[in-house]
């Protein structure tokens, strides 16, 4: 039976991220109400993407850590493998 996922070891550090993500999420919605200059919106929207891209990298480098490369069966690890492929996949078409 599997261990917990490899992401728990980090969790604190994982949530103190996602609540710096939530802060900008939430000045983003103050800009755009009192109508700030787009290009002060675009800033701040630029950090908050890179803060979540930051969460996905973490996530994604103990997911390959921890998940796949410590698997012995080769068929597993292949298996495993093209599951981070995809993953990898879809985190670089979201940002184009």
Not at 21 to 32: D, H, P, S
């Amino acid at each position: 039976m599997p261990g917990p996922p490899s992401y728990i070891t980090d969790e604190r550090a994982l949530i103190a991220r996602l609540h710096r993500v939530e802060g900008q999420v939430q000045a983003l919605q103050r800009q755009v109400r009192r109508q700030a200059p787009c290009t002060d919106i675009l800033i701040q929207l630029s950090a908050a993407t890179k803060a979540l891209d930051s969460v996905a990298l973490v996530l994604l480098d103990h997911h390959l850590r921890h998940c796949v490369a410590p698997t012995p069966d080769p068929i597993e690890r292949h298996d495993r493998l093209d599951e981070a492929s995809r993953a990898i996949r879809l985190l670089v078409h979201s940002q184009a």
